[in-house]
């Protein structure tokens, strides 16, 4: 009788893992084929044979003139941007020290817009002026950015953060059905154990 009971558990859980496993399938299922195809095309980006990237064209471009109030720090000018010209800075990076002996002045670089359509600004600290320059990128352009989180707003980056919780949850749950009622000694000779050795000697290679 406790047999019984533990097998229809074991059955029970099973199936339930295995709905989820559809369910997350079904979720990111047209994720896996963005992130798919466009992870195929940035993999093939370098080298003489690289693949298309897609096309991204400078749109605009013109001087801002920045107040003091808005020169003293690169929050100061985001805050700016955002109260008057209505650009909302998603990154910000702040050049290192320079400006002597030969050396580059620092430079700040502000950055936003969508996966299509970009603005960056950059600015020397102490000038009067800054340059604006808005870009336009084609549509394999635009997923490459989504791929690499730029420009996708938060919504993108929540929708993102579910997929990639999607995936680990799908590998863990793939991983606990192919091995339901197998020894080790079958997971080692299967597809599974081949996977994970090439997996382990290609990683170390890259790693190395």
């Given at each position: ?77 985001s805050l700016w941007l955002r109260s008057h ?124």
């Amino acid at each position: 009788m406790s047999q019984d009971i533990s097998a229809r558990r074991r059955n029970t859980r099973y199936r339930w893992i295995r709905q989820l496993h559809l369910w997350i399938g079904a979720w990111g299922a047209l994720a896996a084929i963005l992130y798919g195809i466009t992870g195929l095309v940035m993999n093939h980006r370098f080298g003489d044979g690289a693949w298309p990237q897609g096309e991204s064209s400078e749109a605009a471009r013109a001087e801002l003139a920045i107040p003091t109030e808005a020169r003293a720090s690169p929050e100061q000018l985001s805050l700016w941007l955002r109260s008057h010209q209505q650009l909302d800075a998603q990154v910000i990076r702040k050049g290192g020290p320079g400006g002597g002996e030969g050396k580059p002045a620092p430079k700040w670089t502000l950055s936003g817009g969508s996966a299509g359509s970009s603005w960056a600004l950059e600015y020397v600290p102490g000038n009067e002026s800054a340059t604006l320059k808005h870009s336009r990128h084609s549509p394999l352009a635009a997923f490459n950015r989504l791929h690499k989180a730029v420009g996708g707003g938060l919504f993108w980056v929540l929708l993102a953060d579910s997929f990639a919780v999607g995936m680990l949850l799908l590998g863990v749950s793939g991983i606990w059905m192919w091995a339901r009622g197998r020894g080790w000694r079958e997971m080692a000779f299967s597809v599974m154990g081949l996977s994970t050795v090439m997996f382990v000697a290609v990683l170390g290679l890259a790693l190395g």
